[in-house]
């Protein structure tokens, strides 16, 4: 290797990835598995710690490769608990990841871009504009920077019992790095998760639901918002290119071969816009024949916006409506609102590329 020529990462690499990795250096593919372990199960990154590779291995290993995650740049925790990391990309740009812990469970919330393209109405993290999609190290190091910051349990268990893809970014445009990630989550050597405690959102690109569901289908969140697609054209831009009845189909083959599989759909609560009781039995007619779960958001607050949070009564007449039809719903509770970790409040730090940020700051001056 010539003195220039880069480190690889090995947290870029999958199983598979790791197994071409070794072979392409002449050793066996056995040693994809130890490394893997090693560095997501017990969160080694010095090749000198693992002592199961021959001493000749661990030595060219420090030549070739590394186990590089981002910096940690701020490191905050709520009042009810939540803990959000600002983490540092290498070329300027910054992401958050959110950790929420539960009675039954802690859930961590990921990125998967340096900002958004989707520009939704309603979103922090659009207004920030876009600079990037992650790569697989960036991704998959908010899981370990999580797991090594927060520990175990008196029971020796990891504390982050679920991952969900929420955070800055749309997921399903960034697929070719959110695949390998996903399959480091649930590999039993690395992070060992079931496909339904990995959630992956999405605004509703519909090629790529397809594609999902053929190669790794884990459980599945759409962002809906409305119950028309005037609206919903409004709130999601996207939906212009994919409108409702395109994204539902997509829904329904998504749960098709699986009897007991269904979609959790993303209703944020603005007050005035999409809150109505008729809105309510609009989306029981919608969704009528979609196996689905609704989730009712909140609405989180933040600079630039002229939405505002629907009343706790408008969101329980909503729901009542809702649940009165057989659909199942829940309202999520706010969590990490007073360190701006709530949904939709994402921002981290992006150099933004489409000057989107600059744009809103023009227009809302």
Not at 177 to 204: E, H, K, Q
Request: glycine share 6%; proline share 4%; hydrophobic share 40%.
């Amino acid at each position: 290797m010539s003195s220039i020529e880069a480190k690889t990462n090995l947290l870029n690499l999958d199983r598979l990835a790791m197994q071409e990795f070794f072979l392409a250096h002449g050793e066996k593919p056995f040693r994809a598995t130890q490394v893997i372990q090693w560095i997501h199960q017990y969160a080694v990154d010095n090749f000198d710690a693992m002592t199961n590779l021959g001493k000749e291995l661990r030595t060219r290993l420090k030549g070739i490769a590394e186990i590089r995650t981002p910096e940690i740049m701020q490191d905050q925790v709520a009042a009810d608990g939540t803990r959000k990391w600002l983490l540092r990309l290498d070329d300027g740009n910054a992401i958050e990841a959110v950790f929420i812990p539960e009675e039954d469970r802690g859930t961590l919330c990921v990125s998967s871009q340096a900002g958004c393209t989707l520009n939704c109405s309603f979103c922090s993290t659009g207004h920030q504009g876009f600079n990037r999609s992650l790569t697989v190290a960036e991704i998959i190091s908010q899981l370990l920077v999580a797991n090594r910051a927060l520990g175990r349990d008196p029971k020796g268990e990891r504390i982050i019992t679920n991952v969900v893809l929420m955070g800055m970014g749309e997921p399903l445009l960034n697929f070719d790095n959110v695949l390998p990630a996903i399959r480091i989550m649930l590999d039993d050597f690395a992070y060992g998760l079931s496909r339904r405690r990995v959630t992956l959102s999405t605004a509703g690109i519909v090629p790529m639901m397809d594609r999902l569901h053929t190669e790794c289908p884990v459980s599945l969140a759409v962002s809906l918002h409305a119950p028309n697609d005037t609206l919903r054209s409004e709130l999601v831009p996207l939906n212009k290119k994919y409108p409702i009845h395109e994204l539902l189909e997509a829904c329904r083959r998504y749960c098709a071969d699986s009897p007991r599989s269904r979609v959790t759909f993303e209703y944020v609560m603005l007050a005035g816009v999409n809150d109505s009781v008729e809105q309510a039995q609009e989306l029981v007619q919608l969704l009528a024949d979609v196996p689905a779960k609704v989730n009712l958001i909140p609405f989180n607050s933040f600079p630039q916006t002229h939405y505002q949070r629907s009343s706790k009564e408008a969101i329980d007449r909503f729901r009542d409506v809702l649940i009165e039809a057989g659909l199942t719903t829940i309202t999520r509770k706010t969590r990490g609102d007073d360190i701006d970790a709530a949904c939709g409040q994402l921002a981290g730090q992006v150099q933004d590329r489409t000057r989107r940020s600059q744009r809103l700051a023009l227009k809302t001056g």
